[in-house]
């Protein structure tokens, strides 16, 4: 012996012997029956998504609507230069916006449409309920604006390619 199996005695349990229950794992609830295992916290990965996607569809048209609106004060303050010797880079420029444009509307309506579906899926699973319910208005509030704004284009009557 060499003076420290005093300190380390053995932990095999008798035959026959009472063997304790495991102590509980923290974060089990008190109220839980013994043995049955206590569900796993819902997730809000699909409400944070439609959150995301409906504050990323308002996001993009409120830049949209900037940089077209600063593309528009630079032409307008260079109107002499853009009609007489500048005409190429002008034209670029229109250009430049009208993608712009129609990236900003078609990528609004997508975005806005998945936040919409994807929040819905959240508030019916409880998936992050509250972040869906945010996603869900924000989409809804770009779907609305976009679709107006489509209609209300295309009645107009005085859009080249688009109304006679």
Not at 81 to 95: R, W
Not at 121 to 126: E, G, H, I, P, T
């Amino acid at each position: 012996m060499s003076g420290t199996d005093e300190l380390f005695p053995d932990a095999t349990p008798h035959p026959g012997a009472a063997v304790p229950p495991p102590p509980p794992v923290a974060g089990d609830p008190v109220d839980a029956a013994p043995g049955v295992a206590a569900p796993a916290p819902r997730r809000r990965g699909i409400g944070a998504a439609a959150f995301v996607l409906g504050l990323l569809a308002i996001l993009g048209d409120l830049i949209g609507l900037i940089v077209a609106f600063f593309t528009v004060l630079g032409a307008i303050g260079n109107l002499g230069q853009i009609l007489t010797t500048n005409v190429d880079n002008s034209l670029g420029a229109f250009l430049g916006v009208v993608i712009l444009a129609f990236i900003v509307f078609f990528g609004g309506i997508l975005f806005a449409a998945l936040a919409v579906i994807l929040g819905i899926v959240a508030v019916v699973r409880n998936r992050g309920r509250v972040l869906g319910i945010f996603g869900v208005i924000f989409g809804l509030v770009v779907l609305v604006s976009h679709i107006a704004f489509g209609i209300y284009v295309t009645t107009q009557g005085n859009v080249p390619g688009v109304t006679n």
